[in-house]
């Protein structure tokens, strides 16, 4: 299983943990198992309300000694508040406070909106700022500041189309180092992938199980379930693996990186097991075909017209 490989050296193991709608109570554990399971690559948001726990599990693990902090990627995301250039380094210096660290691994602008700084949830228009008022290139301005300042070792952004990113390129003259998008066999996003595979960003897919637990409300109605999916589960008896992990293996193979939610210890190693997996030409040829431009995570939440948000995928 290759890594991906970073300008200055850096190598990610691409297949990682994600941490959103993992509860209270159980995050901690679900890290720790990770981290012993050999997981070197933990995915976390402010947002996501567990940073505090999380950082319990680096702190006990990494004390112990074997483990150590560097040998582990650790991703973050700047939350929408958190866009006005005064604001970014505050918000990163909580996260580094909640987990216990010294540095980010990475660090991404979570989603291409900005809210005002005291909302963390918008119940209307009055909560956003408009591209005008919050400008992302501003708030990249800021980011880049973390890294000269060795905070976050790379920095980037997630849910941003290649329209944003031209964007983002054009107006600062940076090009951020990734992009975390949802990738799965149902939303492939091949010209996004040609995209930034020439500019020399690389990918995390997020859902790449289907996101699982909706009951946030999120769900919406017919969602398909990737598990059943006659050529999902074909693939899955033919390796004697899981639908799981051929869902996992087809975005690290195709060289993006995977963050696979799990709290429970058994699906957690499950998950990184399926990098031993090799899918075959017949096999990527068949999961190519259930691409249906699918996306669990609509962002449909964020578009407000008057606020300048329209179509937060450009599509
Ligand atoms: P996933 O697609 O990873 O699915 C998680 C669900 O799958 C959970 O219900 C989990 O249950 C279940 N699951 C995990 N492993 C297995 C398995 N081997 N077999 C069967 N079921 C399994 O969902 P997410 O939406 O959470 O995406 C993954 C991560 O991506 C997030 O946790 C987050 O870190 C990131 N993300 C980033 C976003 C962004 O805007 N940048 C947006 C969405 C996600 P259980 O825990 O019980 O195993």
């Known amino acids: 299983m290759k890594s991906l490989k970073f300008k200055n050296g850096d190598e990610l193991f691409p297949i990682g943990l994600g941490t ?4 209270p109570g159980e995050v901690k554990n679900a890290v720790i198992s990770a981290l012993e399971s050999g997981y070197k690559h933990i995915d976390c948001a402010a947002i996501y309300g567990n940073e505090k726990e999380i950082g319990e599990a680096f702190n006990e693990v990494f004390s112990k000694g074997e483990i150590k902090r560097e040998d582990v990627w650790i991703t973050s995301k ?6 006005l250039p005064q604001d970014v380094e505050p918000a990163m210096k ?5 987990l216990q660290l010294d540095y980010l691994d990475l660090y991404l602008i979570h989603w291409p909106v900005a809210f005002k700084p005291d909302v ?4 209307g228009p009055e909560d956003y700022l408009t591209p005008q008022e919050a400008p992302i290139s501003e708030t990249w301005k800021a980011m880049s500041q973390l890294k000269e300042k060795g905070l976050a070792k790379h920095i980037g952004v997630s849910n941003f189309s290649k329209q944003k990113l031209e964007e983002l390129i054009a107006n ?37 199980l289907g996101s699982g637990d909706r009951s946030d409300g999120m ?42 939610k799990s709290t429970n210890p058994g699906r957690i190693k499950e998950n990184l097991e399926a990098a031993r997996l090799q899918l075959d030409k017949d096999d990527l040829k068949d999961l190519a075909q259930l691409d249906e431009h699918y996306r669990y995570v609509t962002g449909k939440f964020f578009e407000v017209e ?9 599509e």
């Not at 959103?20 to 509860?23: E, F, G, H, L, N």
């Not at 700047?78 to 866009?83: G, Q, Y």
């Not at 180092?177 to 949802?182: L, Y």
Request: hydrophobic share 30%; with cysteine; proline share 7%.
């Open 94 to 98: 909580q996260t580094l406070n909640d």
């Open 120 to 123: 963390q949830s918008p119940e």
């Open 78 to 83: 700047l939350w929408n508040n958190a866009h």
């Open 172 to 208: 600062t003259g940076e090009i951020p180092e990734m992009n975390q998008v949802e990738l799965h066999p149902l939303l492939q996003q091949n010209d996004l992938f040609e995209y930034c595979s020439k500019q020399g960003i690389h990918l995390t897919g997020y859902s790449p």
């Open 20 to 23: 959103w709608k993992s509860k």
């Open 306 to 314: 008057e606020k300048g948000y329209k179509n937060i995928y450009d």
């Open 219 to 260: 769900k919406q109605e017919n969602e398909p379930n990737m598990f059943e999916k006659t050529a999902v589960q074909k693939i899955a008896s033919k390796h004697n693996v899981s639908p799981a992990q051929v869902l996992i293996n087809w975005s690290a193979q195709r060289g993006t990186a995977v963050i696979p």
